[in-house]
């Protein structure tokens, strides 16, 4: 049997130092249950911590650069709320350009993350059809 992997370290990150996952299917983000998100983090704060990974070449240029995985919603209220830092999970840089010959996103490729983290959330139908186009 392996051994269990150490459990994940939450490390709170500014704000200013994440980009959006360009691969993200989510591209449209309604109002209204955004609007009840941002009221939720004002009163309670970030009680998930988004999910990011830093880019080889922010490794490279010794900076502090991370590209969201998870949570971009979170994310968004985040700066909109004027929050300098959010809680985060740094994950390992997924898989380059992991793709299954008929254009589905490999697991472990940065889209097929992004695909899968947003598989079990509620997203707007139109962003379900056009991801699986």
Not at 2 to 10: D, G, H, I, R, Y
Not at 31 to 55: A, F, H
Not at 107 to 125: D, E, H, I, M, Y
């Amino acid at each position: 049997m392996a051994p269990a992997s150490a459990p994940a370290q939450v490390q709170n990150i500014p704000v200013r130092d994440i980009s959006p996952n360009p691969h993200n299917p989510r591209r449209l983000f309604d109002e209204e249950p955004m609007r009840i998100l941002k009221e939720s983090i004002d009163k309670l704060g970030i009680l998930v911590p988004v999910t990011v990974y830093q880019p080889s070449e922010s490794r490279a240029a010794e900076t502090e650069k991370f590209v969201l995985l998870d949570g971009e919603r979170r994310w968004r209220c985040a700066g909109e709320l004027g929050l300098e830092s959010i809680p985060a999970i740094i994950v390992e840089e997924p898989s380059a350009g992991a793709e299954h010959p008929d254009d589905v996103p490999h697991p472990q490729c940065p889209r097929g993350l992004a695909v899968n983290a947003n598989s079990t959330k509620a997203a707007n139908p139109h962003e379900d059809t056009q991801d699986h186009q």
